[in-house]
């Protein structure tokens, strides 16, 4: 798989929207190790801890920073790169930030995804379109597993932007990109080191850990589908690479098996007891942001068709993701392209 992906991406020219946060770092290190040509549009992270705030990811990768509103100022530089391929990754991706600021939520994630749309009409060269939206897409009223063929309808201001961001590019698959290949991905909640978002509960337990504060807990009994952020990477490379006749608007869920997806409480139990963090101060509070306690998804659609599913045990995952950010800051591009040669030189291994 590892000489497929070389041979496939060496040289593809890929448009990333969003490859400064988490996922978006992670990704561009991932294809750029494959020898892809990337072009980013990101904001800069003001967390000086992020990967694409260290030099030699600077140096390596050619990011325009710019806010998805003022894409037009830029769009002569991107139609000029001629990308074949574009993934999205540009979201506000914060639940509680979506009751602080549900306008600038809905900007971000419904009128952004409308603006990196229509630039994608104007570009002859693309062949491929990924959108990242969410798990949190589905209206999960009856805490039952979901599907990609559940119902749409997520209530709060972020799950309601992207529920109407997955709807969107639905609708521009269908009515503008019959040629182009559209796949959109909704993950579960996905972990891994050098995620320094507020409101997290992994980054939140580094940030209790490392400046001795308490942890406060809003919703410990809360199950989650917890992914590393490899394994969701994984599945793009398998997407964009192989040459599967998938159809047009094809939309796959990004979890682990269902008996692997837990509550926060035991998240916080494996970390404790598998993880250079063995102890820290909590403290239980009152929940006052509306969340769904029960959140399922089945990723068997992805796993069949694909093929693809997790490789990486939950326990290795996070104990991956601590000493990640447990490293001095100036070793993590290094310590990230180690950890990205070490999980695509291995066999796949289901788990």
């Given amino acids: 798989m590892n000489n497929l992906f070389r041979k496939y991406l060496k040289n593809k020219r890929i448009l990333i929207f969003g490859n400064s946060g988490f996922v978006g770092s992670w990704l561009t290190l991932s294809l750029s190790f494959f020898d892809a040509k990337i072009l980013g549009v990101s ?28 894409l037009d100022n830029i769009q002569s530089k991107i139609v000029l790169f001629k990308p074949e391929i574009i993934i999205h990754l540009a979201s506000q991706p914060i639940v509680k930030m979506g009751y602080i600021n549900p306008k600038k939520t809905y900007e971000t994630n419904v009128n952004g995804t409308i ?29 039952k597993t979901l599907t990609e063929g559940s119902k749409l309808g997520g209530l709060d201001p972020y799950s309601a932007s992207k529920s109407a961001q997955d709807i969107i590019a639905q609708s ?33 337990i580094v940030r209790s850990y490392l400046n001795k504060t308490v942890l406060k807990l809003r919703s410990v009994n809360s199950t989650r589908p917890w992914i590393h952020i490899f394994d969701v990477i994984n599945a793009i490379l398998l997407i964009i690479t ?72 939950l326990k290795i995952a996070l104990k991956l993701t601590v000493n990640f950010y447990l490293l001095n800051r100036n070793k993590t591009y290094d310590e990230a392209i180690d950890q990205i040669r070490d999980y695509f030189s291995k066999k796949s291994k289901n788990t």
């Fill in 43 to 70: 904001l800069k992270m003001s967390n000086k801890n992020y990967l694409s705030n260290s030099l030699k990811f600077k140096k390596k990768i050619r990011t325009l920073n710019c806010d998805l509103k003022n």
């Fill in 115 to 143: 603006k990196i749309l229509e630039l994608a009409r104007k570009i002859k060269t693309v062949k491929q379109i990924l959108i990242f939206t969410s798990d949190k897409v589905y209206s999960n009223t009856e805490n």
């Fill in 172 to 204: 521009y698959g269908y009515s503008f990109f019959q040629k182009t290949k559209m796949v959109i991905l909704r993950s579960g909640n996905i972990i891994g080191g050098g995620d320094w978002a507020e409101n997290r509960i992994i980054p939140d």
């Fill in 242 to 313: 192989k040459k599967n006749k998938l159809t047009q608007n094809t939309i796959f869920n990004l979890s682990p098996k269902i008996r692997k997806q837990i509550s926060v409480k035991k998240i916080i139990n494996l970390i404790l007891n598998n993880t250079t963090i063995t102890k820290i101060k909590m403290k239980k509070i009152n929940n006052v942001i509306k969340e769904k306690k029960y959140l399922h998804i089945s990723s068997n659609k992805a796993q069949t068709t694909i093929p693809w599913s997790t490789k990486l045990d």
